[in-house]
């Protein structure tokens, strides 16, 4: 009898045991920042560091409340990837067009406020710095992932997709890739839409 009782002890203390240890194992894994953008897909410390050398000058990051690594990660992805020859209008300030043979200044003023024409399409590209909330282009970072991914903005009517903008190619970038953009366009001054829009001159 008290063998009875003495192996059911055992049993429970067991399953609490087990159980106990599982628990650990899921928050020391939350502690680690193993989460499923994340997991298995560690930033590239060069990429995060070179991000932050080609800033453009004039243009300060507010790194308050901002993952650090993130923003300098989508710093890399967002300037090296022609964003603002289509998102900054003009791209290079008076006497900094390097296509000129001049020395390289990116437009600081007007950085990502959009405002560049496509003739003869009707499509302006879009002011992507971050609103009054502090969010790129007005959008949270979902509604950033579905854009990129789908060219569908939610504030088009259903089955308008975006035309200019190359998103079937960003669209296949990796979620913290994507989530990297977004961070960095946290950062980065917010503007209102550019008063003078035109094509590329
Ligand atoms: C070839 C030009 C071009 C390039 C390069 C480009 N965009 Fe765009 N983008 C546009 C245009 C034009 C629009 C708006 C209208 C459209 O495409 O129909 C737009 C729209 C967007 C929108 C949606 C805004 C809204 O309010 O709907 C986001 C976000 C965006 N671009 C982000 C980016 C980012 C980030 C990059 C660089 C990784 C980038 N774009 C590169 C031309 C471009």
Same mark, same amino acid.
């Given at each position: 009898?008290?063998?009875?009782?003495?192996?059911?002890?055992?049993?429970?203390?067991? @399953?609490?045991? @087990?159980?106990?240890?599982?628990?650990?194992?899921?928050?020391?894994?939350?502690?680690?920042?193993?989460?499923?953008?994340?997991?298995?897909?560690?930033?590239?410390?060069? +990429? @995060?560091?070179?991000?932050?050398?080609?800033?453009?000058?004039? @243009?300060?990051?507010?790194?308050?409340?901002?993952?650090?690594?993130?923003?300098?990660?989508?710093?890399?992805?967002?300037?090296?990837?022609?964003?603002?020859?289509?998102?900054?209008?003009?791209?290079?300030?008076?006497?900094?067009?390097?296509?000129?043979?001049?020395?390289?200044?990116?437009?600081?003023? +007007?950085?990502?406020?959009?405002?560049?024409?496509?003739?003869?399409?009707?499509?302006?590209?879009?002011?992507?710095? #971050?609103?009054?909330?502090?969010?790129?282009?007005?959008?949270?970072?979902?509604?950033?992932?579905?854009?990129?991914?789908?060219?569908?903005?939610?504030?088009?009517?259903?089955?308008?997709?975006?035309?200019?903008?190359?998103?079937?190619?960003?669209?296949?970038?990796?979620?913290?890739?994507?989530?990297?953009?977004?961070?960095?366009?946290?950062?980065?001054?917010?503007? #209102?839409?550019? #008063?003078?829009?035109? #094509?590329?001159?």
């Amino acid at each position: 009898m008290n063998n009875t009782v003495d192996r059911r002890h055992r049993f429970s203390l067991a @399953v609490v045991f @087990v159980a106990a240890t599982t628990l650990c194992a899921s928050v020391s894994g939350e502690e680690r920042g193993d989460r499923d953008d994340d997991r298995g897909d560690r930033l590239n410390e060069s +990429q @995060v560091k070179r991000g932050f050398e080609i800033v453009p000058a004039g @243009v300060t990051l507010n790194l308050v409340g901002k993952n650090r690594a993130l923003v300098g990660l989508g710093s890399y992805i967002v300037n090296t990837t022609g964003c603002n020859d289509c998102h900054t209008h003009t791209a290079y300030a008076p006497g900094g067009d390097p296509f000129q043979a001049q020395p390289e200044m990116i437009n600081a003023a +007007q950085y990502l406020a959009g405002g560049r024409t496509f003739p003869p399409s009707p499509f302006v590209s879009a002011n992507i710095t #971050p609103n009054y909330a502090g969010r790129p282009a007005g959008f949270t970072l979902s509604e950033f992932l579905k854009v990129l991914r789908t060219g569908h903005d939610p504030k088009d009517p259903p089955g308008v997709l975006l035309q200019v903008m190359p998103w079937p190619v960003f669209g296949k970038k990796t979620d913290q890739d994507l989530t990297a953009i977004y961070e960095y366009l946290r950062a980065i001054p917010s503007l #209102p839409n550019n #008063p003078n829009p035109g #094509p590329q001159p």
